[in-house]
């Protein structure tokens, strides 16, 4: 089976390690800003990032000689309400408007992400962003002007990206480490989110119906080390709690009964209101948004049947994968797997929203010779192109990334783009754009539909 004509082969980024411009044309402060300004002595930060901000218009001509017919990016919410809330940002409105213009133009199918880990900071100061209830109400306004604004040309809509992480990372939610009621606001900002996302998906229903809408997931694929059965069931425990129970709050508007044990044996169930149920059932997802890189290989090291996640497991090396630069598997086979178990699970049409591989790279005659990222590009599209003979609804691809973008963790060493930035951690130079042998494979794959 080939792919379908309408497929989404495309490509992401997402605001904060794209756009720079962080304090500018009256961007207000976000979770992610605050938290590359603690690593900015050791790495770059946001404050230009890709420079994507002021490339708009040579970018978006790149994508259409790439032949994209999709690009996802976020909406810096702090760029619409630089507070988070109050009055909107004319100028922020006006770079998105002109880049969704842009798109629409060339024949590229906008996918926006609403959230992608960038919470307004002030959020933040005044109520502890999404550990607040307000901020539900918050997010569910800047959805509804967002909608309003853009909503007659986007036709996809990604309510939060990678919720399953953010609630993992107390920095990425705001919060201090040190905080004593720590454990129990980290589920109270996940289930407050579930909600968010819920309400968003509700909004968006009865402004455009016609109009697709659902969640982004981090999705590794998860091993057992050995056929230990405390190994084995690690493994499906970890993958079951991570991925598949948000997947079936956001498919089934439902809490998952394992999570709501979780919650009740550690003390830490958030406060449910009456109608909660009905508003998590009412918002549930068009598809599903996935973010799928590599597999992790787990060990049960204290063989007690006790799985405390994060204390309790090892991350094995697999002797049977190759590894990158930053320890993440080089395994295209186990998409194909993934996808199958996602589909078969949720009967959801499924979009790739991230998929890549990482490099240290620097330019060489004044071109990127990406070898490994094109072999990569090639075993996974096969890997989709198998799923999709054996049913699964695909409907879309973003690569990650379109540009060599911020890494949140390691800065312009990890290196993900088509495209080549042409920046280094601390001499910004003028982030010139230079197009790597990726690209010009990428660019035959979507002319041939991906044969």
């Given at each position: 089976?080939?792919?379908p004509?309408?497929?989404?082969?495309?490509?992401?980024?997402s605001a904060?390690q794209y756009?720079g411009?962080?304090l500018e044309?009256?961007k207000?402060?976000t979770?992610?800003?605050e938290?590359c300004?603690?690593?900015?002595?050791?790495?770059a930060?946001?404050?230009?990032?890709s420079d994507?901000?002021h490339?708009?218009?040579?970018?978006?001509s790149?994508m259409?000689?790439?032949?994209?017919k999709?690009y996802?990016?976020s909406i810096s919410?702090a760029?619409?309400?630089p507070d988070?809330?109050?009055?909107?940002?004319s100028?922020g409105v006006a770079y998105y408007?002109?880049?969704?213009?842009l798109l629409?133009e060339?024949?590229?199918?906008?996918?926006v992400?609403?959230?992608h880990?960038?919470i307004?900071w002030?959020?933040?100061?005044?109520y502890?962003?999404?550990?607040?209830?307000?901020?539900?109400?918050?997010?569910?306004?800047y959805c509804?002007?967002?909608?309003?604004?853009?909503?007659?040309k986007v036709?996809y809509?990604?309510t939060i990206?990678?919720?399953?992480?953010?609630?993992?990372?107390h920095d990425?939610?705001?919060?201090?480490?040190?905080d004593p009621?720590?454990?129990k606001?980290l589920?109270?900002?996940d289930?407050?989110m579930?909600?968010?996302s819920a309400?968003a998906?509700?909004?968006c229903?009865?402004?455009?119906?016609?109009a697709?809408?659902?969640?982004?997931?981090?999705?590794?694929t998860f091993?057992?080390?050995?056929c230990?059965?405390d190994?084995?069931a690690?493994?499906?425990d970890?993958?079951?709690?991570?991925?598949?129970?948000?997947?079936?709050?956001y498919?089934?508007?439902t809490i998952?009964?394992m999570?709501?044990n979780?919650?009740?044996?550690?003390?830490t169930?958030p406060?449910?209101?009456e109608?909660?149920?009905s508003?998590?059932k009412?918002g549930?997802?068009?598809?599903?948004?996935v973010n799928?890189?590599?597999?992790q290989?787990?060990?049960a090291?204290s063989?007690?049947?006790?799985?405390?996640?994060g204390?309790?497991?090892?991350?094995?090396?697999?002797?049977?994968?190759?590894?990158?630069?930053?320890?993440w598997?080089?395994?295209?086979?186990a998409?194909?797997?993934?996808l199958k178990?996602c589909y078969?699970?949720?009967?959801?049409p499924?979009?790739i929203?991230?998929?890549?591989?990482s490099e240290?790279e620097e330019?060489?005659?004044?071109?990127?010779?990406?070898?490994?990222?094109?072999?990569y590009?090639?075993d996974?599209?096969e890997?989709m192109?198998k799923a999709l003979?054996?049913?699964?609804?695909l409907?879309g691809?973003?690569h990650w990334?379109?540009?060599d973008?911020?890494?949140s963790?390691q800065?312009?060493?990890?290196?993900?783009?088509l495209i080549?930035v042409?920046?280094?951690?601390?001499n910004?130079?003028?982030?010139?754009r230079?197009?790597?042998?990726?690209f010009y494979y990428y660019?035959?794959v979507?002319?041939?539909?991906?044969?």
């Amino acid at each position: 089976m080939s792919f379908p004509k309408e497929f989404l082969w495309g490509a992401a980024t997402s605001a904060f390690q794209y756009e720079g411009a962080y304090l500018e044309d009256g961007k207000g402060w976000t979770v992610a800003d605050e938290r590359c300004k603690a690593k900015r002595d050791i790495q770059a930060d946001s404050s230009v990032a890709s420079d994507g901000y002021h490339h708009l218009e040579q970018d978006v001509s790149l994508m259409k000689e790439l032949g994209l017919k999709s690009y996802r990016f976020s909406i810096s919410w702090a760029r619409i309400y630089p507070d988070g809330e109050g009055t909107i940002n004319s100028e922020g409105v006006a770079y998105y408007k002109k880049l969704i213009d842009l798109l629409v133009e060339n024949h590229i199918e906008p996918v926006v992400t609403l959230l992608h880990f960038d919470i307004p900071w002030a959020l933040v100061e005044k109520y502890e962003g999404f550990v607040s209830r307000r901020c539900i109400d918050l997010y569910d306004n800047y959805c509804r002007t967002c909608f309003k604004l853009f909503g007659n040309k986007v036709n996809y809509w990604l309510t939060i990206n990678e919720q399953n992480v953010m609630v993992m990372m107390h920095d990425m939610l705001g919060l201090k480490k040190d905080d004593p009621q720590l454990s129990k606001k980290l589920v109270q900002c996940d289930y407050n989110m579930y909600l968010a996302s819920a309400k968003a998906i509700i909004t968006c229903h009865k402004m455009y119906p016609n109009a697709h809408i659902g969640p982004c997931v981090s999705y590794p694929t998860f091993y057992p080390e050995t056929c230990h059965p405390d190994d084995v069931a690690l493994a499906y425990d970890i993958q079951d709690m991570m991925a598949f129970a948000p997947m079936e709050t956001y498919v089934y508007g439902t809490i998952n009964p394992m999570v709501m044990n979780k919650w009740i044996k550690e003390d830490t169930v958030p406060n449910i209101l009456e109608e909660d149920d009905s508003i998590l059932k009412e918002g549930t997802a068009d598809y599903l948004g996935v973010n799928w890189y590599c597999t992790q290989t787990v060990s049960a090291t204290s063989r007690n049947g006790s799985f405390n996640i994060g204390i309790d497991v090892d991350i094995k090396k697999n002797p049977y994968l190759e590894y990158g630069q930053w320890n993440w598997s080089y395994d295209p086979r186990a998409l194909k797997m993934a996808l199958k178990e996602c589909y078969v699970r949720f009967k959801k049409p499924i979009m790739i929203c991230e998929n890549g591989w990482s490099e240290l790279e620097e330019l060489c005659d004044g071109k990127v010779h990406d070898i490994k990222r094109v072999q990569y590009l090639h075993d996974h599209i096969e890997q989709m192109q198998k799923a999709l003979d054996e049913g699964v609804n695909l409907i879309g691809y973003q690569h990650w990334s379109f540009v060599d973008i911020l890494s949140s963790s390691q800065g312009f060493d990890k290196r993900y783009g088509l495209i080549f930035v042409d920046r280094d951690n601390f001499n910004i130079k003028e982030c010139q754009r230079i197009k790597k042998d990726s690209f010009y494979y990428y660019r035959n794959v979507i002319e041939n539909n991906g044969l």
